[in-house]
């Protein structure tokens, strides 16, 4: 297990790098895929794939979120990184596979897999955008509220405004 999760940080890295983040974030990067896919491993042996992918998405999302929280950057550069290991990359290409060498039966059943997987990507990321942007402020330790933070950039474009 721990060679997958080694494999799963460097892949993320890996990624991070073809994907453009800056060099700063990489072990960010790292860690956040490593985490999901170990808990990918843990869940997979209670739970489905697809519930598998639901949990380590929403560790990922979360820990994404709190990572551009605490380093003030977008959570995209965190999140697309992160959720590469869970991608069903090879369900896609078995079930392509399976439809040119004739067994529909199996490029059915990987297709399905395939789908449910990307769904539980999609609802684990919907999950956690959910959450109050304050909770992600309040964890990552940062003095400033959002409130502040609206009123003075409220207070900008209008001297901005005024300024045309």
């Not at 409130?147 to 474009?157: A, E, V």
Request: proline share 4%; net charge positive; hydrophobic share 55%.
């Amino acid at each position: 297990m721990m060679i997958q999760i080694i494999a799963a940080v460097i892949a993320t890295v890996g990624f991070s790098v073809l994907f453009g983040v800056p060099s700063k974030y990489y072990p960010y990067c790292g860690v956040i895929g490593g985490a999901g896919w170990l808990v990918y491993l843990l869940t997979l042996e209670h739970f489905s794939t697809a519930g598998a992918s639901l949990a380590a998405t929403m560790v990922v999302i979360f820990l994404s979120r709190l990572a551009a929280v605490r380093k003030k950057c977008p959570v995209t550069i965190f999140l697309i990184a992160g959720i590469f290991p869970l991608v069903p990359g090879a369900g896609v290409y078995w079930t392509a596979y399976y439809i040119v060498t004739d067994q529909l039966w199996l490029a059915a059943e990987t297709g399905y897999t395939a789908v449910k997987v990307a769904v539980a990507i999609v609802l684990g990321i919907v999950f956690i955008f959910e959450l109050p942007q304050g909770l992600f402020v309040r964890l990552a330790g940062n003095k400033q509220e959002i409130s502040k933070n609206k009123t003075k950039d409220r207070t900008q474009l209008k001297i901005k405004a005024v300024e045309f």
